[in-house]
């Protein structure tokens, strides 16, 4: 599904969390073509350090090294200061703007490592932006994770990635695995069970479709 997306609407947000190979991220965001880069607050350091301007940095900026700021104020960049009392977090407040400005796929970077709290909070966060009709996934120097609900995705890498399914949300129903190495039909996963964890692509390619019920999908690349 998302090879079809147009690329004008595809955006790309960068959070504060851990980059381990700062030129491997470089490359995947150069080579997605995003129609638009959002920083939000410390995720602008990622970006001035591999050398890549964003369109846009949202936050209440206490987590931006000030030359940063500076650096990119001076390019231009649009900078959106938010309140440090707000309802929302710094990366509510970037999924909103990708909302009003019409993204119909959002990629997020560095949003791994660090406070397992805020871990936690941004895994949630692909939820909440698919419940918006957009597209999500998380992207990390190896891993990429997606969230599908009564949804089916083909999945693109190499023979030996280990893909997992686990179910969120509640059990997931009719879960179909195929080239994968352990296949599964219209398999019902209780919520919580590890029994979806490591399992491992056959080829270049697997598909994964649940018929009732939310999962996230990851995959780690070998």
Do not use: Q, W
Request: hydrophobic share 35%; with cysteine; glycine share 8%.
């Amino acid at each position: 599904m998302y090879s079809d997306l147009i690329s004008s609407k595809r955006f790309c947000v960068v959070l504060n969390g851990e980059i381990s190979d700062e030129k491997a991220i470089r490359n995947l965001i150069s080579s997605n073509n995003y129609g638009t880069i959002i920083a939000v607050d410390g995720g602008a350091n990622h970006l001035h350090n591999m050398g890549i301007k964003p369109d846009y940095i949202i936050g209440d900026l206490d987590s931006i090294e000030t030359k940063v700021k500076e650096d990119f104020l001076n390019l231009g960049v649009n900078l959106r200061k938010a309140p440090k009392k707000k309802d929302e977090t710094d990366s509510e407040l970037a999924i909103l703007l990708a909302e009003s400005l019409g993204a119909i796929s959002i990629d997020i970077f560095a949003a791994l490592g660090g406070r397992i709290d805020h871990e936690i909070g941004n895994i949630n966060l692909l939820y909440y932006i698919l419940k918006k009709d957009i597209y999500p996934r998380i992207i990390s120097d190896n891993e990429e994770i997606y969230i599908l609900e009564n949804d089916e995705i083909e999945l693109y890498g190499n023979p030996g990635d280990v893909v997992s399914v686990i179910p969120i949300k509640g059990d997931a129903n009719g879960i179909t695995l195929t080239n994968l190495e352990y296949p599964l039909d219209e398999y019902d996963m209780e919520y919580s069970s590890p029994r979806g964890i490591s399992n491992v692509m056959l080829g270049e390619n697997c598909h994964i479709d649940i018929r009732d019920g939310c999962i996230l999908v990851i995959k780690n690349k070998i």
